[in-house]
């Protein structure tokens, strides 16, 4: 099998009013990947796409380096997904939810489920639609884990959680990859959760692929600048993303190579989210 | 009788002991084979980037001596998931302290210490001396000192170092 546990070659989606334009990433085996982007840029079209939920108008996806419309149902064998809301029966319980799903899977381990089941607490006697957030987020990644997924996707897991169950979950994320063997892609918009664990970034703006690459390269890339009114010359304000210019200064990222030459200027690291904050501010500009 | 059942006895007791000393022999081969002798705490607010931080404090470790020559190291994925950060800014910071002689890998096995007594080490030592001496001179000649009083000043901290 190949080292590739993902890849995507120049996917197109085209729907009334939004484009997904030639998206290309690759995931390695073993790492964790976060797809970023402000809402609508396309994140959730992309996984939906990857798990052939969408036809793509052009391009290629492979799964585990296999075509994912032609070897779908022996990929989705090997795939967990957790969606930003529950996709189980509202009426049932956790019994029922093993029971209905556990049919699906040549390989599923009752013992991993039972096991997971009580690791994160989730109440027996209750329905899944009286579960919190969180529970339910616990209760798909039980299923994902319990038919031993090799691949992990995730859309929005974090979205509606308290900082307490994102914590854990990233916890739970690392555990998942340690050996080596497997894999995790996660959308999110709340990019300090991935700050510190996601090995690889895809940041997709407006439909259009901006960055893929390793979490430090990104950072490395770009810097915050800030300064005095008067230091904004005109060359500055041509190369800064995203600028912000108020009575009393300037704010706005730029490329990490020119921010040396603005020796007046303030250069401050740049998060994830002031690169996400910036980039799409710039897309709005140019409308 | 008596004497044959000390002779037992102190058999017993000469096992008994032997058979403690090699358990706490083999639970200190344990721990050092499970490598958490390593300390690490990264600090959200420093300059430093990640990967800079464990570099630094894995260096230190290793020149004090918390850390000894093939004491093997976490896995980088067991770093990476205790730290909370990427594999990714663990194998840059293995991979770098490689670079620089502080570690060494095994095909297979992980990450070791290298011998604190090798020359790389050392050099690196003898180049933090410097760096220190150099601080000090610079702030002697601020303060307008004279060679042969930064002498005997080295010579009496040396001296009270030593007596320490």
């Known amino acids: 099998m190949t080292d590739n546990y993902l890849e995507l070659r120049d996917v197109r989606k085209r729907f009334t009013g939004f484009v997904l334009n030639d998206i290309s990433f690759t995931l390695p085996k073993g790492y964790i990947m976060g797809l970023i982007g402000p809402n609508g840029a396309g994140k959730t079209t992309t996984i939906q796409l990857i798990l052939n939920m969408l036809e793509k108008d052009a391009g290629e996806i492979l799964v585990f380096g296999r075509n994912n419309v032609q070897n779908e149902s022996r990929i989705k064998q090997d795939v967990g997904v957790v969606f930003d809301s529950s996709i189980y029966v509202d009426s049932w319980t956790v019994k029922d939810t093993e029971k209905a799903i556990s049919i699906f899977y040549d390989d599923w381990q009752h013992d991993v489920f039972t096991d997971m089941v009580s690791r994160f607490d989730l109440p027996h006697g209750k329905k899944v639609s009286e579960f919190s957030r969180g529970m339910q987020m616990k209760l798909m990644l039980a299923c994902a884990f319990s038919h031993n997924a090799k691949l992990l996707i995730l859309d929005e897991p974090t979205s509606g959680l308290d900082p307490v169950t994102r914590d854990e979950l990233l916890e739970i994320l690392q555990d998942y990859i340690k050996d080596g063997e497997r894999s995790v892609l996660f959308s999110t918009h709340i990019t300090s959760d991935l700050e510190r664990v996601a090995d690889y970034i895809t940041f997709i703006n407006q439909g259009e692929l901006f960055f893929t690459g390793s979490m430090e390269e990104l950072l490395g890339k770009y810097r915050l600048i800030k300064g005095r009114p008067k230091d904004l010359t005109v060359t500055l304000e041509k190369s800064a993303i995203g600028l912000r210019k108020t009575d009393v200064g300037f704010e706005g990222l730029i490329g990490a190579k020119e921010a040396a030459q603005y020796k007046e200027c303030v250069i401050d690291t740049a998060t994830i989210d002031d690169i996400v904050i910036n980039v799409s501010k710039r897309g709005q500009r140019n409308d | ?164």
């Open chain 2, 1 to 164: 009788m008596k004497a044959k059942l000390r002779a037992y006895s102190s058999i017993f007791v000469f096992y008994l002991t032997n058979l403690i000393f090699l358990n706490i022999l083999y639970m200190r081969i344990k721990v050092q084979l499970r490598g958490d002798n390593l300390n690490i705490v990264i600090s959200n607010n420093s300059n430093l980037p990640i990967y800079e931080q464990i570099k630094e404090q894995v260096k230190t470790q290793i020149l004090s001596g918390e850390l000894v020559e093939d004491e093997i190291l976490p896995s980088l994925r067991q770093l990476a998931r205790d730290l909370k950060i990427s594999v990714l800014t663990t194998t840059r910071a293995y991979n770098e302290l490689e670079q620089e002689g502080f570690i060494t890998s095994r095909q297979g096995k992980g990450f070791y210490v290298m011998s604190s007594g090798s020359d790389l080490i050392r050099e690196q030592l003898i180049r933090e001396v410097e760096n220190n001496l150099n601080g000090a001179i610079r702030a002697a000649q601020r303060a307008s000192m004279s060679n042969d009083e930064i002498i005997s000043l080295l010579r009496l901290l040396m001296e009270v170092e030593n007596d320490g």
